[in-house]
């Protein structure tokens, strides 16, 4: 049996491996192909491409791009996206200004409480990777104002919480249309986990979305089938993988949560097709 992880980030965003450790991880789990899938960025496509072949693995070039709908906390998957396309690097580069523009007006917001939050170290940290907020809660961590991480998002960064600033993002349909452009196909990246999205899978369809995330770590299997025959319904595409952060969420899912390889076989015959 051959399996497959489509959903996997790296140092370029919020994950804590390099492509490198992710291939050799992959490989060490006997995993067959792999999709790096970093928020709103393609900078770590090339080089984990180039390892890919040279490991033997097969490798769908992708990202997970944030969109303005519920809220922000809807993303869309792009897969086989070209990554020299002008559309599409536009749309990255606008949101990498709108992510350093957000965690600066945080750090400005935990100051404003009294806790000495220093934009340039959250920086540092995130080491020229598409920053976010486990950037800002790593630094939270390192100066002694919350025990770990997930203190950090419940107490002052997630929705409600102290200093919360939602992402400003473009619609949906703008994010589909940009993949499209882009040579990609869009899938609703784990609608189940994403507080509600399966209310809103019908207007995503009627945007033009191509799938489905089915397989995910957080669907518990009631959620999973109904994806699963919503997809079948509409004839649409399904997809699947462990959305790994390296070290970032615990225990690193890549190779421990792993799809069947006619999933990516079915993203690739559909991307071939005229």
Do not use: W
């Amino acid at each position: 049996m051959k399996y497959c992880d489509l959903h996997i980030h790296s140092k370029a965003s919020d994950g804590t491996f390099s492509p490198a450790e992710i291939v050799e991880r992959a490989r060490n789990f006997h995993l067959s192909g792999i999709a790096i899938t970093d928020h709103d960025t393609v900078s770590a496509i090339e080089e984990t491409r180039a390892l890919c072949a040279e490991r033997g693995l097969e490798f769908i070039p992708a990202v997970e791009l944030s969109t303005s709908a519920l809220e922000g906390r809807m993303h869309i998957l792009g897969y086989y996206i070209d990554t020299d396309n002008v559309e599409l690097n536009g749309l990255t580069e606008g949101m990498s200004t709108s992510r350093h523009n957000r965690i600066s007006a945080m750090c400005e917001r935990l100051r404003e409480i009294g806790i000495p939050c220093d934009y340039d170290e959250v920086r540092r940290i995130a080491d020229g990777a598409s920053i976010g907020r486990p950037h800002l809660a790593e630094h939270m961590v390192n100066i002694g104002v919350v025990r770990n991480v997930r203190q950090a998002f419940y107490e002052y960064l997630a929705e409600g919480g102290k200093v919360y600033i939602s992402k400003k993002s473009n619609p949906p349909e703008q994010t589909i249309e940009t993949i499209h452009r882009a040579g990609g196909l869009a899938i609703a990246a784990h609608p189940g986990v994403t507080h509600g999205m399966m209310d809103f899978l019908p207007e995503l369809v009627d945007m033009g979305i191509d799938g489905f995330e089915a397989y995910y770590p957080g669907h518990d299997h009631e959620t999973t089938s109904k994806i699963l025959s919503m997809a079948k319904d509409l004839g649409l595409l399904v997809t699947g993988g462990s959305d790994c952060h390296g070290m970032r969420k615990g225990q690193p899912m890549l190779g421990i949560f792993k799809v069947k390889f006619d999933v990516f076989e079915g993203l690739r015959d559909a991307h071939s097709r005229p």
